[in-house]
Every structure is written in C-alpha cells, then in structure tokens.
C-alpha cells in the first residue's frame, strides 16, 4: 500500500461506504447502531436518524422490521445470512459479517442489505398459482373420473324393473333420495342413472365419500373455507363440495359412516337450505339435488346413537332398496355376459360362457353382490385359457359343495333343449379341454382322428349359438 493511502481511504471511508450499491449497516458488539449508508435509507426508506444510536433490538420491539443479525454473527464471530421483513412490507437478504482488529478481537458487525421484495412477491404469486392449478387439476381429474363410471345399469329382473320405473320418476323431480342395500348391489351406479337422467344431467355430479373424509377435514371439505380462515389453509379460500354441486348432484356415499357433528351441520344446511364457508360471513343458498346411499342399517346407526333421527327423516323423504343379487335371479345371467364382454375387450381375448356355467352362477348367492360378480369375472378373464367357460372352471366355492354329489348332467337332464344341442355343447366343451390339455389343435386333430377345420367349425358353432341364444329376447 502506498504511503499516505491508508489515511487517505480513512479520511474517505464514509465516501466510500455511501458509494457502495448495497445497503451498509454496521453496528457494535452491543448492537448500537453506528452507521447506515446512502443505499441502506433508499431501499429501506428509513432515515438515518430513525436508525442511528439505536438499539437493534428495540427497533425489533418496535416493529422497525422483524429480525435483528447482530446478535447471532457476535455471538459465533461469523458471517450469517437471514432475510429480514421491514414495517414497510419490503423483504431484505441480509448477510452479516463480523469486523475483527489486528489484535484479532471483534469489534464491529456489518451487514449488506439486498432488497428481495419484487423476487419474493414473484415466488409468492408463483406458489399461488401452483394452488390454483392443483385445485384446477384435482377437478379436472375428478370430472375425467366420473364421466368415466357412467355406467348404465343392467337388468332383467321384475323388482328391477319396477326400481328403475321409480327412479326415473325421481329423477324428473329434486326431491332428495336416500339409496339404500348391502355393499356392492350398484347404489353409485344407480345414483349416477338418476342424476343422469335429471335435468342437472349436464354437471357433473358431485361424489362425497363420506367414510373416507378424515373427522377434522370433513367441515372444510363440504362447505369450504375462506382465505386464511385457518393454519394451512390456502391463501385462496376453497370451495366446499356443496358449492362445487351447484346446478348439478351432490352424491353423499356411505352417509352412515359421517361424524355426528357432521350430521348436525348437514342436518341445518338440509333445513336452511343454506351454507356457509368457515370464516366466512355471508351464507350461499344450495342449488344440488342430494342423493345419499349407505348399506348401514340406519335404525340400529340411530339406536346405537350413531346417526341423528332428526337426520333421518330428513333424508328419508323417497326412499329406495336395491335388493340383494341373491334375490334377483335373472339379473345374473345379463350382469356376467355384460363383464365377460367388457374384460374379453379389456384384455382382447374371445371367451365366452357355456349356458350351464351361467345357470351354476345363478345358483351361487354372490355375497358381494354385483360387485364380486364383476371381480370374480376380471380375474377369470386374466387366468382363463380357451374360448369357452365350463362349470368346471368355476371354483367349488361358486359350484357349490354338493356340485360333485349331484347327478351328472342334472340341469340337462330336466330336457328343454334337444340331443343335438347338448351333444354339441358336450363336444365343444370336451374339445375346448382338449385343447388346453394337449396344448394345440394340431395335437387333439391327429389324437382324436378329426380335421383341424372341424374342431374349429365345432368351437367356433357352438359360440355363435350361445351368442345368438342370448341375443335372441
Ligand atoms: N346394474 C348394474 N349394471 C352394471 N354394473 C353394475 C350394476 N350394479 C353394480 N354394478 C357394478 O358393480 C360394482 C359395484 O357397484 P357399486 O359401487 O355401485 O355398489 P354399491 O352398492 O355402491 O357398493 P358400496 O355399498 O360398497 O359402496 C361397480 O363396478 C358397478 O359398476
């Protein structure tokens, strides 16, 4: 250094720090300040005298801005970085550096302040817009997902019937509608039929599982919340279900599972007509048709204590039961060969049932009802091999144990079809095994001395038949 630069740099010290583009704080150990410079008064707006002599951690009490370095650079002796929020609003990054003498003891702290305010209210906006674009994708995804499962419900049963005679006459009014049968019997899907017949037909309509909702969410998620209405809550506010139904359903699954306090609020809204968001001060009147569903007994819910009567008969206003598909035969036969067409596509194989193992499915009592039927067909698809299902193929839990006991051949046996159509369904059926056991039709044509083209002829006639039969009213 030359000789006089040292004096000259400190009689200009000052100078120096005020030309420096970021903004200059230094204070001593016990955090008086000493100095801020030009930069520091324009990015803060505070003045020097506001700032000068003070304590930094009074102007924190005072709400001068939120953080104060000081302490913690003196305290480790060195550099620490924070951002720093002013009265004013504006966001600073500070990073404070610890001044040590030749004697190597801590003299003084200096900060440098960059202003962060434009960057953070960027980042802020950028986190908003991400909410809303999730809120936006989650519905998307929900409207893809319900417009998926309409479903069109199929029946040939006379109860049927007669269910689905009264739900088209609900479907034309708003009353609300309580759907009720064991699990698995179609209530979503004929929730879906009669929104979809309804003139709210072109929203899409709301499902609520209300057994799944957990108990501290279940508030917000039906009526919705406003901005900041609580700890984590989007700055935005949300919209309840009831809001998103507007013209359209709101489908409450599995009403006997909800929360009693739950049922309460659901109990005013049905009364009022009327909802309103947490925090919020000004109600919204409901425009959704309600339909709700459970396969809870709701007279022993409400004995238990675990649903509201008041509630009930609220909803029980036009009430409808889907029997068991135990108790609707004739439904069995069209429900199987609706799934066996529907999986065959899904997996592109060509199978199809023999008329006895339809009969031997009716037979069973299906527990799971329409929903284990459905299941029980997928996975046969998946594992099945050969264009036809036998009985043998069904698992004795569906056969029934006294399959193997009963005579052989005791449904045909009872007559109603001629010699040559049994014949030909017993040779299909023994070709088909034929197949799977020799593994080609190569094999079985040269075994069984018979043409490759009539086994195929064969196969292929008796499922064209089976097709035609059914198709046939
Ligand atoms: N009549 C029907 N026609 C076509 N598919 C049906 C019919 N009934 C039920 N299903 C099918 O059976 C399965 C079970 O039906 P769904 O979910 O509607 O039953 P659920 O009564 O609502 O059962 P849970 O009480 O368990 O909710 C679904 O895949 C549905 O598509």
């Given amino acids: 250094m030359q000789p006089n630069a040292k004096d000259l740099l400190a009689s200009h010290s000052l100078d120096i720090l005020d030309a420096i583009p970021e903004g200059v704080f230094i204070t001593n150990l016990e955090g008086i300040t000493l100095y801020v410079n030009r930069m520091y008064e324009q990015l803060t707006g505070l003045s020097r005298h506001q700032v000068l002599g003070r304590q930094v951690r009074s102007l924190v009490e005072e709400g001068v801005f939120d953080l104060a370095l000081n302490p913690e650079v ?12 002013l009265r004013n609003g504006k966001m600073l990054v500070l990073t404070g550096t610890p001044v040590f003498d030749e004697t190597g003891a801590l003299r003084l702290v200096i900060t440098f302040a960059r202003d962060i305010t434009r960057i953070t209210q960027l980042n802020e906006q950028v986190s908003l817009q991400k909410q809303l674009i999730e809120q936006t994708n989650e519905q998307m995804a929900y409207m893809a997902r319900e417009q998926s499962q309409t479903t069109t419900p199929i029946f040939a049963s006379e109860v049927m019937h007669e269910t689905l005679n009264f739900l088209q006459t609900m479907a034309k009014t708003d009353a609300t509608l309580l759907i009720l049968g064991e699990t698995g019997v179609g209530k979503d899907v004929f929730a879906r039929y009669v929104h979809g017949q309804s003139q709210r037909s072109d929203k899409v309509m709301m499902k609520v599982d209300c057994g799944s909702i957990s108990e501290s969410l279940v508030e917000s998620e039906m009526f919705g919340y406003m901005p900041g209405a609580f700890t ?59 339909i709700a569903a459970t396969n809870r007994d709701l007279a022993s819910r409400i004995e238990e204590g675990k649903f509201r009567q008041d509630l009930f008969y609220r909803l029980n206003v036009a009430t409808v039961t889907i029997p068991p ?40 009592s299906w527990p799971g009802n329409v929903r284990e039927l459905e299941n029980f067909i997928h996975s046969l698809i998946i594992t099945h091999q050969g264009p036809i299902i036998a009985p043998a193929d069904l698992p004795v839990s569906i056969l029934g144990k006294e399959a193997p006991k009963t005579e052989p051949y005791s449904d045909l ?5 001629s010699l040559k159509e049994i014949m030909a369904d017993i040779e299909s059926d023994f070709l088909d095994r034929a197949i799977r056991w020799h593994g080609s039709v190569q094999q079985v044509a040269r075994i069984f001395k018979v043409n490759r083209s009539t086994i195929f002829r064969k196969i292929q006639k008796k499922n064209t038949d089976s097709a035609k039969d059914r198709a046939s009213p």
Wanted: glycine share 8%; charged share 30%; net charge positive.
């Fill in 74 to 85: 003196v305290r480790k002796a060195k550099t620490v970085t924070h951002t720093q929020r």
């Fill in 232 to 290: 984590g809550a989007s700055t935005k506010g949300k919209a309840g279900y009831f809001e998103l139904a507007k013209e359209s359903t709101i489908f409450l699954d599995e009403i006997g599972e909800m929360p009693l306090a739950m049922q309460t609020r659901l109990l005013r809204v049905l009364q009022d007509g009327e909802i309103m968001r947490i925090g919020g001060s000004r109600p919204v009147k409901v425009d959704a048709r309600i």
């Fill in 325 to 364: 598909l135990r108790e609707r035969q004739a439904d069995i036969q069209p429900l199987a060969e609706a799934f066996i067409r529907k999986y065959s596509a899904k997996y592109n194989k060509r199978i199809a049932f023999m008329d006895v193992t339809l009969k031997a499915m009716s037979h069973y």
């Fill in 413 to 417: 046996l009872q007559g109603g079809r």
